[in-house]
């Protein structure tokens, strides 16, 4: 059993930035990918951002060179680091992890951005 808890989330103005957090715990023997996804009311969840255990990163499309996914393996840590936000952007962030073949996903995060 993995869990997942994420952090750092909140209001921010348009053109502000946040870093989100999330931490893995329990028992864990690997963690292939580690990613962001997110879930704006009445749209369907969608992926942010993943990485894997090497560093290989995937972005969304609408999110590239505004965010940046980054982990720490030894803490079983991921981040996304989120610049010039927009109203757009706002949504429910959930940390997710894929091991052993099982994914796992946060309780998430809400990100809230004003024009």
């Known amino acids: 059993q993995v869990q997942l808890v994420e952090s750092g989330g909140g209001l921010v103005q348009a053109g502000g930035s946040l870093r989100l957090s999330c931490a893995a715990s329990?028992?864990?023997?690997?963690?292939?990918?580690m990613g962001w996804y997110r879930q704006a009311p009445g749209k369907q969840r969608e992926l942010v951002a993943t990485?894997?255990?090497?560093?290989?990163?995937n972005y969304a499309d609408s999110v590239k060179g505004r965010l940046t996914i980054s982990r720490d393996n030894a803490k079983n840590t991921v981040y996304v680091q989120m610049n010039s936000l927009n109203p757009e952007d706002t949504a429910v962030y959930y940390c997710?992890?894929?091991?052993?073949?099982?994914?796992?996903w946060g309780q998430g995060t809400q990100v809230t951005v004003s024009s």
């Open positions: 329990g028992r864990i023997f690997v963690i292939n990918t």
């Open positions: 990485i894997t255990n090497g560093g290989i990163t």
């Open positions: 997710n992890a894929r091991s052993m073949g099982y994914a796992y």
